[in-house]
């Protein structure tokens, strides 16, 4: 792997929850959260490495007050049904409420081929079967079906957030059962806090597979994997496996520390899968990680393994990085 390594990480400082697309017209198209928490910002490239001097375009703001006026999180962008969708969460306090936030999920449209032009309209809240912390939606088409995955709290299950899925009536809309696929009880998963979240979708040798991420956002923060057989029922929760040991976590031999909330791309000429995650090269984090800006953005070329399954090895160091 660090023979085909093409990028230079960090690509983008300071944006954390990185969301990279790599749409039709041969743009990569990136967002991700900004550390004011404030705002959503779209950046386009030709290039991953060239988001770095990408010009970052503000979409939408916070409201002055209400449900979408506080710590805009985990924007995604995607292309669903002809139209460019930006899924975030947003809450209407900064600070945690019987031991978690706020948040829930919205959706903005836009309908012009660049979605840095045009108007991006509020589609509401994505309302799920029940009313809590809920965070970090993605989608992914398959068999002419759209789902969503997402992480929330259940009140009936100690921790954080679990995950669920479901399918979609429309980009903004659910429809159907709404299915647990995983909850925080590993050991690895449960360290600070009990959190499964940062769901991101891979398709590939007659799978679907899906990343999460683990723990507390400190060094101990971690990717875990779920995976199901392309054929089978997606909504049911039997179907999917859950790997018993992290496939990505801190590299102390390489200055990386707690790596998640990833994504997925392509490389540039469509040959070799690219690993999209934040990280930190310390660890010495002051008060809370959550309000540590210093998870910057990553992008690392991985590969597979004989049984089907992807190959992430471990988080490379950073350009100019010496080991001690």
């Not at 743009?27 to 970052?56: C, H, M, N, W």
């Not at 970090?136 to 259940?154: C, I, M, P, S």
């Amino acid at each position: 792997m660090n023979h085909t390594q093409p990028y230079q990480n960090p690509v983008i400082e300071q944006r954390a929850d990185p969301w990279v697309y790599k749409h039709t017209d041969g743009y990569y198209y990136f967002t991700a959260s900004v550390p004011e928490y404030d705002r959503l910002e779209i950046r386009r490239s030709k290039t991953i490495q060239g988001l770095a001097e990408a010009e970052a375009v503000v979409v939408w703001r916070k409201h002055a007050e209400g449900p979408l006026s506080q710590l805009i999180w985990a924007p995604e962008i995607h292309f669903n049904h002809g139209k460019w969708y930006i899924y975030f969460a947003a809450a209407p306090l900064d600070h945690p409420v019987d031991g978690t936030f706020t948040h829930r999920m919205y959706a903005i449209e836009n309908d012009s081929a660049n979605p840095l032009e045009g108007e991006w309209t509020e589609k509401g809240q994505i309302v799920t079967a029940w009313e809590s912390f809920a965070l970090d939606a993605t989608t992914f088409e398959h068999n002419g079906k759209l789902y969503y995955v997402w992480a929330q709290r259940d009140y009936d299950i100690p921790g954080n957030s679990n995950l669920y899925i479901s399918e979609m009536q429309n980009p903004w809309t659910l429809k159907g059962e709404q299915i647990m696929l995983s909850k925080p009880e590993l050991d690895w998963e449960i360290i600070g806090f009990k959190v499964n979240e940062g769901p991101a979708v891979l398709k590939r040798n007659g799978k679907i597979f899906i990343t999460y991420s683990a723990s507390a956002t400190d060094i101990n923060y971690c990717m875990g994997l779920l995976s199901a057989d392309e054929n089978s029922d997606l909504l049911n929760a039997s179907s999917w496996h859950k790997s018993e040991r992290p496939v990505f976590r801190s590299a102390p031999e390489n200055g990386q520390y707690g790596p998640g909330h990833n994504s997925f791309t392509r490389s540039e000429d469509d040959t070799q899968d690219v690993l999209i995650y934040h990280c930190r090269n310390y660890t010495e984090i002051v008060g809370d990680p959550l309000y540590d800006p210093n998870r910057h953005t990553r992008a690392q070329i991985f590969g597979w393994n004989e049984d089907g399954t992807p190959a992430f090895g471990i988080p490379l160091p950073d350009k100019g990085f010496v080991r001690s």
